[in-house]
């Protein structure tokens, strides 16, 4: 059972290019998010889903993008990479956003942008 | 502002037992959550509280008082596999998850 698979594992990439981390679902589960884990801050939200067709803005949205053109897909892209963007990014699901049940992750994208 | 508050970091002793707190203040509060996130991995999750009391599975057990804003993760019989930091997060009235820094436990032998 794949659940969500994220790609790449981890990039380096040079300040100013763009990148997009990948993540699927097979779970068909309805939300989507991506949060940013970095050392002593807890996970901060950055875009979410609650369904296919729809995308909303967290916490820390500025300098990232998202689509959510299905249910099984939500790319996160950064337009011009900068070097507080190094992080550690996890995409997670949910069968819907209220729902009581847990958040499932994908395995987490590590990105250094120098 | 919306803040979670847990210990940096705990150590115990393999076979004891240990108790992880967490205290909330949030906008509105819709659950508690629990997960468990070793070096390296993907945070799992471990427990859900909505209503006051200990929710109780297996090892670990999760308690929450919402008057006073405060849960907590009790781990029995510790093993060393239970080394990693346990997360706090709470569902604010928007349905959105705020996260705790996380907590994290070292196992001694």
């Known amino acids: 059972t794949a659940g969500i698979t994220q790609a790449p594992t981890s990039q380096i990439l040079a300040a100013g290019r763009s990148m997009t981390l990948r993540c699927t679902q097979d779970?068909?589960?309805?939300?989507m998010y991506w949060y940013r884990q970095d050392l002593g801050l807890g996970l901060r939200l950055i875009h979410y889903?609650?369904?296919?067709?729809?995308?909303g803005k967290g916490e820390v949205p500025d300098g990232y993008s998202v689509s959510r053109a299905n249910t099984d897909d939500f790319p996160l892209t950064l337009a011009s990479a900068v070097p507080s963007q190094t992080s550690v990014y996890f995409c997670?699901?949910?069968?819907?956003?209220?729902?009581?049940?847990?958040?499932?992750f994908g395995e987490g994208s590590r990105l250094t942008v120098l | 502002g919306q803040n979670i508050d847990q210990p940096t970091e705990m150590t115990a002793t393999e076979g004891a037992i240990v108790q992880i707190n967490c205290t909330y203040q949030?906008?509105?509060?819709?659950?508690l959550f629990w997960y468990q996130q070793h070096a390296g991995e993907a945070p799992t999750f471990l427990s859900y509280?909505?209503l006051d009391g200990l929710e109780e599975k297996g090892r670990f057990s999760s308690f929450l008082s919402r008057s006073k804003g405060y849960s907590y993760l009790l781990l029995k019989e510790l093993q060393m596999k239970d080394s990693a930091s346990y997360l706090c997060?709470?569902?604010?009235?928007?349905?959105?998850?705020?996260w705790g820094a996380g907590t994290k436990l070292i196992i001694k032998p």
């Open positions: 779970m068909r589960h309805n939300a």
């Open positions: 889903s609650n369904t296919a067709g729809t995308t």
């Open positions: 997670a699901s949910s069968p819907s956003s209220g729902s009581t049940g847990e958040l499932f």
């Open positions: 949030t906008s509105g509060f819709n659950g």
């Open positions: 509280n909505v």
């Open positions: 997060a709470v569902r604010d009235s928007n349905y959105q998850l705020i």
